[in-house]
């Protein structure tokens, strides 16, 4: 028979040293390893700190059990990390630098905190690195170096909506601390608003009564508001004429044409020049009235030193960064011309290039605003001027643009209805400028020019069309 083999048993001291290992040694010193600071769990009301950690993320589970919405994770400089709600100050830097960010969609942005100082704020990442925001329409995420938390209270300068002879007042905040703002008429007031009260919103399409109820989410609109001006096609008619561009100027004192830099206060280098645009929009079908309107922006009423002595009044290569850097032109002419056709075009108006997200002026989220300004609000800043300018509704009237936010994906085809021409993405904002309805299609303007049923950014625009399915366009 065989004998069976003795098992050697493990000594107990033996397992007793290994389990000490497993759970006491070894998480212990991960644990040190992996020590990221020091975060204290503070109550904002009384200033008690309610507990310590050396690990952001305990930090966090601990100020998720506190009910409470003055709590807030702080560092061991004092700097907020995380609150339960509140506000993102964008104004921590100098004029000349911008705060990037990284869209929910991951796309890249950057925004200026001195146009526009305030922000949602949404959350913190896990981490503590990052903070979520929104402003002017896009969610995004920013180092958290970047930015400053604050608690609501009253005595903050936030950025409200009003509204003033039946016109939509944006009043922006440029300093939250010392009140500084701008406030300007964007558009017609959506009849969903009344008068002496303030509106809470940063997106423009969604309002709320009270800060509150921003947080909860509790809106006063079901469906969204998209500003007539701030969403039309660069890819429209404009019916003004030079009457009417000399006649908004005319309400600022300007009368006469600028020779020189620095100007006198009725002097400017728009006046009398309304058929340089007119006749760009007759060659290249972009909206002479928008560029108008933009120019009146970049140029201060075509006032700025780059406008009289560069003939740029678009800022073309004026980055905050370099403002120097501005493009020197032949004449106004000239420059309006390029703005049309190798920004626009080309650029902005071109579904091939990176730059473009719709040819209207926009937001942070959505159209020319994304990638051509660092100022969050220079959509609805641009708009404003559009605004003024089409003051009896010709424009409007005439240009029947329609705004949705996708529920699918919407795909643009060519004339012969086949072979597509470009598409946007579900959740994408889009505004279509109809030409006709068609059975189950929509005949719509093109963003860029179409030949033999594709894109051809070269060529002339003119009696360029596409279609778009009424069923994906909801």
Known sequence: MKQKRKVKKIPFTMVLILLILVFVVIPFTILKITEDGQYYVEDLNTSEVQA??????????????????????????????????????????????????????????????????????????????????????????????????????????????SVYNSSLIHTISTDIVHGGVNSISIGPAPKFLKKDTIYYSYDGHYFYSSFKDLIEDKK?????????????????????????????????????????????????????????????????????????????????????????????????????????????????????????????QKGYLNPKDSRYHGSWFG????????????????????????????????????NPIRTVQLSKDLKVYAPNKKDVLYSYKKGNIVSIHILKDENEYYKISSEAPVKKNHLEIDSKYKNSYAYIKKSNFK
């Not at 600022?252 to 058929?275: F, H, R, V, W």
Request: one cysteine or more; proline letters at 2%; charged letters at 20%.
């Open 52 to 161: 310590s950690y050396k690990h952001y993320i305990f930090a966090s589970f601990k100020m998720d059990t506190i009910d409470s919405k003055y709590v807030c994770i702080k560092d061991e400089n004092g700097k907020i990390l995380r609150l339960q709600s509140g506000i993102v100050n964008l104004k921590t830097k100098d004029i000349t630098e911008n705060t990037e960010y990284t869209t929910d969609t991951d796309e890249t942005g950057y925004v200026n905190g001195n146009y526009g100082a305030d922000a949602q704020y949404l959350g913190t990442s896990f981490n503590g690195k990052e903070v979520h925001f929104k402003i002017s329409g896009v969610q995004a995420w920013t180092d958290i170096n970047n930015v400053e938390l604050c608690f609501y209270n009253d005595s903050y300068t936030l950025s409200t909506y």
């Open 220 to 344: 006063i609109n079901e469906e969204p508001y998209y500003n007539y001006y701030q969403y039309t096609p660069h890819r429209t008619t404009s019916y003004l004429n030079n009457i009417v561009y000399n006649d908004f100027l005319s309400e600022y004192g300007i009368n006469k044409t600028a020779e020189t830099y620095p100007c006198m206060d009725n002097e400017s280098a728009l006046y009398n020049q309304a058929n340089a645009f007119l006749t760009t929009q007759k060659n290249y079908s972009i909206n002479a009235s928008m560029m108008f309107a933009l120019a009146l922006n970049e140029s201060g009423f075509g006032q700025s030193q780059y406008a009289i002595e560069y003939n740029n009044l678009f800022g073309h290569a004026a980055i905050d960064e370099n403002p120097d850097n501005a493009n020197l032109y032949n004449s106004l002419a000239d420059c309006i011309q390029q703005h049309a056709y190798n920004y626009l």
């Open 363 to 398: 937001d942070k989220a959505s159209g020319i605003n994304v990638d051509y300004a660092s100022d969050p609000y220079w959509g609805e800043k641009a708009a404003s001027f559009y605004y003024r300018l089409d003051k009896n509704g010709i424009d409007k009237e005439k």
